[in-house]
């Protein structure tokens, strides 16, 4: 059973804007830190963005100023909202959260949602 479930990503021209979204599902009893992180073709996976459940955000230096992080706890929800997107964003997007499952938590990892900007 897949615990987050992301949504949202596509192509984009340079300047557009797109929403991903990731959704936590499951025998979920409490979500701790939510976030973001990237990986293009030949490089590491890196941090994009993350939110603690009080709200409180962290943005990598080059999203700065242009992707805004947020989540519904309700919904067991996060998303991240890009705009002025560059040909340096295209990558896979992937989730992450720490989940409270059968209570215990663990660090757990979305499938990953591709994100291309090219004109």
């Known amino acids: 059973q897949r615990q987050l479930v992301e949504s949202g990503g596509g192509l984009v021209q340079p300047g557009g804007s797109l929403r991903l979204s990731c959704a936590a599902s499951g025998s979920i009893t409490s979500i701790n830190t939510m976030g973001w992180y990237r990986q293009a073709p030949g490089k590491q996976r890196d941090l994009v963005a993350t939110?603690?459940?009080?709200?409180?955000?962290n943005y990598a230096d080059s999203v700065k100023g242009r992707f805004t992080i947020s989540r519904d706890n309700a919904k067991n929800t996060v998303y991240l909202q890009m705009n002025n997107l560059k040909p340096e964003d295209t990558a896979v997007y992937y989730c992450?959260?720490?989940?409270?499952?059968?209570?215990?938590?663990?660090?757990?990892w979305g499938q990953g949602t591709q994100v291309t900007v090219s004109s």
């Open positions: 992450n959260a720490d989940l409270k499952v059968l209570g215990f938590f663990r660090n757990y």
């Open positions: 939110i603690t459940r009080g709200g409180s955000a």
